[in-house]
């Protein structure tokens, strides 16, 4: 079942590919019409620019919803493969974490009926869908010692890996409220105020989730390491991630601080987590380099 897996995450990809192509032609894509009109010296033909039409946001959402299930359907084909949580190597992570992305969005796009969501979000999970297959091998492998605990590896890693989703769709409406500046730059794109409204909504939810798959971590490190806490490079950088978005929440009930000063904490929050997931785990040694 382990390579029916793969092939779910292949198509899995690939509708996120198409969605976030179709995404692209809905919100920022043009068409030429070309129409007769009559003047006084004849007939000239007139050229206009229009937006694409409604077919482009319904596919794109449709497109969107396929790649969710079929994502999904790969993580439980997975589990079932593997008897444990599909999340327990890099090739792994990234796919969930690429999943979780278009889960979270599709969440929010219906709840705020937003169909701009996946503009930012299907790019985001198709880059990491495309390192997770160029960069590691979908082989199943045995699990390490420190790992062969399923449950805290289930309760831990889902709260990182979910928070981390979440904060990623908050980062992503983040960086469009800067593009669209306080005014509406971009017709298409959601209204400045909707941006700022998402993000907000996102990191209330990522922020407490973020704190409780940090709590799982330092339980499960006593665990396996005989300590709560040792300043590991990744337990450290998760936590950094956490304190910036406590940075936000507060800056959001400042008058002053609200706006774009707070959507650049979020941005950060995001780099923070990048930096966490890559540079820490290929570049800085740690406890957490099974992860690789």
């Not at 499960?220 to 910036?244: C, F, Q």
Request: proline share 3%.
């Amino acid at each position: 079942m382990a390579e029916v897996s793969v092939v779910l995450f292949w198509i899995g990809a690939a509708l996120t590919a198409a969605a976030t192509v179709a995404h692209g032609v809905a919100t920022f894509g043009v068409r030429t019409v070309r129409r007769a009109a009559a003047t006084n010296a004849g007939t000239v033909t007139v050229t206009d620019r229009q937006e694409p039409g409604s077919f482009w946001t319904g596919l794109a959402s449709f497109l969107t919803y396929a790649a969710a299930a079929a994502l999904v359907a790969m993580l439980v084909v997975r589990t079932i493969a593997t008897g444990r949580p599909p999340y327990a190597n890099m090739f792994e992570y990234l796919t969930a974490f690429g999943a979780g992305i278009i889960i979270v969005a599709v969440i929010y796009e219906r709840r705020m009926r937003q169909a701009r969501v996946g503009a930012f979000a299907m790019p985001l999970a198709l880059v990491l869908f495309l390192v997770a297959d160029l960069a590691f091998s979908s082989e199943v492998r045995p699990l390490v010692p420190a790992l062969q605990n399923n449950r805290l590896l289930a309760l831990h890693v889902a709260a990182m890996l979910l928070s981390y989703s979440i904060i990623a769709v908050a980062g992503g409406a983040a960086i469009l409220y800067l593009v669209q500046g306080e005014g509406q730059r971009f017709a298409r794109l959601p209204r400045p105020e909707v941006l700022q409204d998402l993000t907000h909504r996102a990191v209330m939810a990522g922020f407490p989730l973020l704190g409780l798959g940090i709590a799982l971590g330092a339980y499960w490190g006593n665990i396996a390491w005989g300590r709560y806490w040792g300043w590991d490079p990744k337990e450290t950088t998760a936590l950094i991630s956490w304190l910036v978005l406590a940075g936000y929440l507060h800056a959001h009930s400042l008058a002053r601080w609200r706006g774009r000063r707070a959507a650049w904490l979020v941005v950060l929050a995001l780099a923070v987590i990048v930096f966490n997931i890559f540079v820490v785990n290929f570049v800085i040694a740690g406890l957490h380099s099974y992860a690789r």
